[in-house]
């Protein structure tokens, strides 16, 4: 159907929306969440194509938004997600928080968890929380947290029928049902650099920009930098802290890093850049580097952490301490301040970088923009600025992905990185999927089809059952199939973006919105084309058919098969879903 936009452009027009335009469009089904920057402008690129156009919300203090461009698959049936929608009078409200405070957010279903939404004076919030997005997976222990007590990222729910103390919140499972998560995209986190590593002022004023030579440098221009392995263990366990490196040059065909222009020395700092936040981007990445560095002397990385491993004060004035086995961070940087110079600004406790230790960012967007060379030299003929910062970030602020959303703003490139059959991948639609391989839903046939599970009538937590959220993703541990995936055609560092729902929802307008966008979500070629389709031409790949199906099938199919009793349901539609204290949407 026709577009009905509601297109929030500008700051003043997004406050008044916040709480007014957003709210009052709550009668016609709008559901606010917030989690992974990871996904952040393609699902929201996704929940534009559904229904309502709206900004996306990044955190910031004030928070910022930004719209973000319409996808036209050009396939068939083709839509314009300018143009047409899949249905009208719903919209999904999401802001980029990362991973953790999504988590904490489905916990606690307190919307303060989010954070402020409007990027005017005054701190505005969601009225309520219904969904979030995270690649930090929440395994058996998560679940039982949820179910029954405990504490999960910083939040600490209460058992059932137990009153909340001071700094506690109410058991989730009695008040908003079941907890749903399944993957909505496989997704890599790359490897990435700027290409250009020194600038000099010529005599005539103006710059000469050099740029890092590729002996194995990608046809498209985005990238090609070659690193094994031992390579990356090297570089970000603080053991390679310049680009002139011996092992660097070795690993890429013996040729040297330097442009054939430069006469200088070659000598770069190499900096590495992190991620300030609890981010389901560091637990992927973490994952691969305890699995891959396992026996790499000095290795900083135990296991899967939504944490980098440091002590440390972050931009919320609180003090991390994950420094397990050792300390990794160096400077923690304030995003809303230029990247180099006077005017760059750390946060105190951590306003010095240090040589083989992190610099810090919050958000996806924050290392991308600490990575990007901004700086000039002087103005005197002859004046030199180097520099050589690497990081990990999704596609989404990367080469070729950033093309498909209009916003290339820093031009970074991505490396290619040997996978465990010795192959080196860059992280492709076609190699970010090879690398899921052949891992099938739970109780499923190769086709999604619901195969029974004699165990999990029983409540088997060691087996794998529809019923039991934890076994819809691969595990935050390094024994993971996807920590290191196998296959020759694979790149190595990847994940899922997995979306986080209660299975009880108060409002049938909520409800009808989550279940529609999931309908139009995995059905539609225009998200799912593997080749050109919204997810592809950004650098994920949707989960195979079977997955689609099987999510299908347990959370949307109003036939709730095989009692997993896990569709999202309204208030009083169901024995779980009985109790007047639900107010989960």
Known sequence: MLRKAYLLGTAAAFAAASMSGIAGAQTVGTVYGNGASLPAPYFRQAADCYSVKTDLIFDGNPPVTVTVPDFN????PAQDCAVTDYIANKQLV???TGSGVGIAAIFSHDPAKAGDISPVDGVQLFPMINYALSETSLGTNDVAAYNNGGTVQGVTVVAPGVTPGAGQYANPKETYGSLIQFPLLIAPVTIAYDPVYK???????TITEYSFALRYARADGSGGLRLDQNGVCAIFNGDITNWGDARLKTLNGNHTLRDATDTGAFTVPLQIVGREDSSGTTSLWTRFLANACASYSGNAYADSSSRLPGVYVDSTGATRNTASPKDMVGAVWNKSTSNFGVSRTFYAGNDAEVVGKYTLANGNDGVAKYIDFTQNPGNSAGSLVRQGRIGYVGPDYVLPGVLYTQSNNYNLQTADVRNAAGSYRAPTA??????????LPPESDASGNYVANAACA??????????????????ASKTSALANPAGSLSY????????????CYAAESSRTALINFLNFYEKSK???????????????????TAWRKAIIDTFVSSNDPNGTSLTLTRTGARTQCQGSGVIGG
Do not use: E, H
């Open 492 to 503: 190595p560092i990847v994940g899922t973006s997995n979306m986080l729902l209660y299975s």
């Open 526 to 544: 225009t998200i799912n084309d593997t080749t050109i389709g919204l997810l592809a031409s950004a650098g994920f790949q949707p989960v195979p």
């Open 94 to 96: 999401y802001k980029s």
């Open 199 to 205: 600038k000099v002022r010529n005599g005539d004023g």
């Open 458 to 475: 029983s409540g088997d937590v060691s087996a794998s059952c529809r019923s039991q959220p934890q076994d819809w993703v691969q595990a």
């Open 430 to 439: 076609t190699s970010v999927r090879a690398a899921y391989g052949a891992v």
């Open 73 to 76: 698959y050009t396939g068939a």
